[in-house]
């Protein structure tokens, strides 16, 4: 996730940044902007509302744990899984 003004940067010219950045992790790199990503958070919790039948308070949990523990790869921490 990116600043919306960042977005040109984080890419780079021709995709270089992403595609270096995606050979350098062996990851898939999918960059977004900040109103990308909170659009995509109220989807999500408006989905799980509808499709799992939950109220909006137990929806937001789902979404702001998941979105939560992607935050410790992002700072490079390792983070144990709780199952």
């Known amino acids: 996730m990116v600043p919306n003004d960042q977005l040109s940067l984080a890419i780079g010219k021709r995709g270089q940044n992403v595609r270096l950045a995606s050979r350098l992790?062996?990851?898939?790199?999918?960059?977004?902007?900040?109103?990308?990503?909170?659009?995509?958070?109220?989807?999500?919790?408006?989905g799980l509302t509808e499709v799992a039948e939950?109220?909006?308070?137990?929806?937001d949990n789902v979404v702001t744990t998941t979105t939560e523990s992607g935050e410790h790869i992002q700072a490079g921490e390792e983070k144990e899984e709780v199952v």
């Not at 939950?54 to 929806?59: E, I, V």
């Open 25 to 46: 992790t062996s990851w898939d790199i999918d960059i977004i902007t900040e109103s990308e990503f909170e659009e995509r958070q109220k989807t999500s919790t408006e």
């Open 54 to 59: 939950l109220n909006k308070k137990p929806a």
